[in-house]
């Protein structure tokens, strides 16, 4: 393992992952939990999870990796990504760093995510929370469609920034240009171009794992939305919900994508108290 030092905080230390150099943070103490990012152009564990580490890890040890594919870890030799090479990646990750049992915490893409480590390696998860979650089919959504094919621009970047957030006042000029040139970092958006192309519902799919699978689940899980989410409908955790017979679901109003901003302090005591049952 190598500390990187760097004045960007969205780069932590550097672990080898499946052959991958991954970057990821790690703070705190106590029971490990694992913060997995979406899919949002430009994002990283930090930027996804910065105002969620600090509180949590004052009860856990929170550890949140930039899947392949994001962030500042490496790339595959071939720049091509599915759930088998996310999965790989992950599990192997989680190897890496000595850890065999987890509690996952899934936003969005990172949902699906969690999911799919659960559903495939179920005894290597403890507990799960999945926010705003992807993982089951869904008709594609205008908004989901507009982040999956994003095009760099200030102005594009400021309009996806409108769907994730309820509250407008969170969409500053400041906070649009720091996540616009953390997506044209070079050879960001070549990757993220290739991720989920025409037809996207296609990505959706390929996400999705089979509800019947789901059903078989037996961990305690917290699902979380945000009600006003304009990118993954809250139809898809009401059904998670039905599916998942040890889970409870907990619905913020006046809330979109960003559960874990808009409702930061609320979102970080829900999620410790659930993990320390």
């Not at 550890?63 to 870890?73: C, L, N, R």
């Not at 720049?79 to 850890?99: C, K, P, Q, S, V």
């Amino acid at each position: 393992m190598t500390m990187m030092r760097s004045e960007n905080p969205e780069i932590g230390a550097t672990i080898e992952a499946s052959g991958l150099a991954t970057n990821y943070h790690d703070h705190g103490n106590g029971d490990p939990v694992v913060l997995l990012h979406g899919s949002g152009p430009g994002v990283t564990a930090w930027a996804n999870w910065r105002l969620t580490i600090p509180p949590l890890s004052e009860r856990f040890r929170v550890i949140a990796p930039d899947v392949t594919g994001f962030g500042y870890t490496q790339k595959t030799s071939d720049d091509r990504y599915d759930m088998e090479r996310w999965l790989d990646h992950l599990t192997g990750f989680l190897d890496a760093i000595g850890l065999q049992k987890v509690s996952v915490v899934g936003n969005s893409f990172g949902g699906a995510l969690a999911l799919a480590l659960a559903i495939r390696h179920p005894e290597r998860v403890d507990r799960l929370v999945l926010m705003g979650a992807a993982g089951l089919d869904f008709e594609l959504t205008p908004g989901l469609d507009a982040v999956w094919g994003y095009e760099p621009s200030l102005e594009s970047m400021r309009s996806l920034i409108s769907l994730f957030a309820y509250d407008q006042a969170l969409v500053s000029d400041e906070l649009a240009e720091m996540r616009y040139r953390a997506s044209v970092r070079p050879g960001v958006q070549e990757s993220y171009a290739r991720m989920f192309p025409p037809p996207r519902q296609d990505g959706i799919h390929m996400l999705a794992r089979d509800e019947e699978v789901i059903r078989n689940l037996g961990h305690e899980t917290l699902i979380v939305h945000g009600r006003e989410d304009l990118v993954i409908p809250l139809e898809s955790s009401e059904r998670l919900h039905r599916l998942i017979d040890r889970s409870q679901l907990h619905v913020f109003g006046r809330c979109g994508h960003w559960t874990q901003i808009e409702h930061g302090e609320r979102f970080v005591r829900l999620v410790a108290d659930f993990l320390a049952e």
